[in-house]
């Protein structure tokens, strides 16, 4: 089974609000796995959300053809500190292209209980343990992933990576020689309901058998037409950030992209990935770390991979919350825009929370107290020395980093230059925003 931009071009239809966009955006699911060995697959809360932001001058759209990957699937271990040093303070040390991949990496906390400070993005770079999970994230888990955004020309490679690299800051800096060609930096997320499995006995696995999340991956394949991405990218200002507000766009409500659906190959009409099953879906195997995972072998439908148990305690991750943020604007535009949710699609997802981007609300359930959950350290106030970004009920933030262990979370302002469209695929809605240039 394989796609080409010819065959996204050629789609009759698509489910993005923005009905220009027929691109193709992938990551593993999550999946829960219980003491007795039977697995299902976590329920997302709003979908994916893919934002593009413009990082960088001269930014160039995405060329026909053009695909990528970012993060490794088989690893499961990261080396660096936690939390990361300050960027003013990073090394050559620090800027390997391993480590930006790795860094790239976020699983954040949600809780949305008022007077609670989200986490900023990429802030921890492997999943937090079920314990503090359980008694911290009522939310669930955001899990993220940013691509590289540093190009040179070539619109694949053997490994749909080689022709990528990370600027010297992950989501900013310089890009290395050879990839000084900027592209959209395109950022996923996605909230998984990890709360719907508190107090059970288990464990939370990727679909790629990874446990740690330190081999969280994702794909891209560009379905724009060049010419088109490339005016959205430069004339789609409007402050609001509103997909409407862009004379390019034509507009398609939740309802009609919810009709384009993706038709099921029949090498695939008989895997359970939803569960519950006795494994996961296509029998991969469960690798834990902290060494290089082995190479994944072809889905076998004749040997399952259940038997596996996870184990009743694993070592403590540390974890780190925040203080109270102080907005301040820390970039020339000054901030980021909302992007409405839409219907997940997963019909074992409970309702979500009240928040801003919610399609269905519920009351939040409280977490109750969890006494072997580790307990997250107060932060001091300190000097402003580099900054990041992080996304909250669909509003992306600029994060100022105080000192080695504190944020400021920076509200966005109308001033920002912001650009933004949506997009579903598969059995998941995708969601993608166009930001402000940085």
């Known amino acids: 089974m394989t796609t080409t931009y010819d065959d996204l071009m050629a789609s ?7 009905k ?23 329920p997302q809360i709003g979908g994916m959300l893919a934002y593009y932001l413009l990082f960088g001058e001269n930014i160039q759209p995405f060329p026909k053809d053009f695909r990528m990957l970012a993060g490794d699937t088989r690893l499961r271990d990261f080396p660096g500190p936690f939390p990361d040093k300050p960027k003013s303070e990073w090394g050559p040390a620090d800027k390997t292209q391993l480590l930006l991949g790795q860094k790239a990496l976020g699983f954040n906390c949600l809780d949305y209980t008022p007077g609670k400070v989200p986490e900023a993005s990429m802030y921890r770079h492997r999943m937090p343990s079920k314990e503090y999970m359980d008694a911290n994230c009522k939310d669930g888990i955001r899990a993220e ?19 990528m690299r990370y600027p010297d800051l992950v989501n900013g800096g310089e890009c290395p020689k050879g990839f000084e060609t900027r592209v959209p930096s395109l950022f996923y997320e996605t909230i998984w309901n990890t ?12 679909a790629n058998g990874d446990p740690t999340g330190c081999g969280y991956h994702g794909d891209f394949m560009t379905g724009w037409d060049v010419d088109f991405l490339g005016k959205a990218i430069n004339d789609c200002t409007d402050p609001s950030g509103e997909i409407q507000a862009c004379k390019h766009f034509d507009i398609q409500s939740e309802a009609e992209g919810a009709t384009c659906t993706f038709k099921m190959p029949k090498e695939l009409k008989n895997d359970n990935c939803d569960g519950p099953a006795d494994g996961l879906c296509g029998n991969v195997p469960i690798q834990d770390g ?26 403590p991750v540390p974890t780190l919350s925040y203080k109270a943020p102080v907005s301040a604007i820390t970039d020339k535009y000054g901030g980021g825009i909302s992007v409405a949710a839409v219907n997940a699609g997963l019909s074992k997802a409970p309702e979500a929370p009240t928040m801003v981007i919610s399609v269905s609300s519920a009351p939040a359930s409280s977490a109750a107290p969890v006494t072997t959950a580790p307990a997250a350290p107060v932060v001091e106030d300190g000097t402003i020395i580099s900054t990041s970004t992080y996304t909250s009920a669909g509003t992306v933030y600029e994060v100022a980093i105080k000192e080695i262990d504190i944020t400021v979370t920076v509200e966005p302002t109308p001033a920002a230059r912001l ?9 998941r809605d995708r969601e993608h925003g166009l930001l402000g240039r940085y």
């Open 12 to 18: 009759d239809c698509t489910s993005c609000r923005v």
């Open 20 to 42: 220009q966009d027929k691109s193709a955006y992938w990551t593993p699911t999550m999946n829960f796995i219980y003491q007795n060995g039977t697995t299902v697959v976590v």
């Open 145 to 163: 992933l940013f691509f590289p955004s540093c190009w040179n020309g070539e619109t694949d490679s053997k490994d749909h990576k080689s022709h």
């Open 195 to 206: 709360a719907a499995f508190k107090d059970e006995e288990g464990q939370f696995v990727f």
């Open 290 to 315: 902290p060494g290089y995972a082995s190479a994944l072998p072809a889905g076998d439908s004749k040997t399952p991979t259940g038997g596996y148990i996870p184990p009743t305690s694993i070592a």
């Open 419 to 427: 650009r933004r469209h949506a997009h579903h695929m598969h059995r």
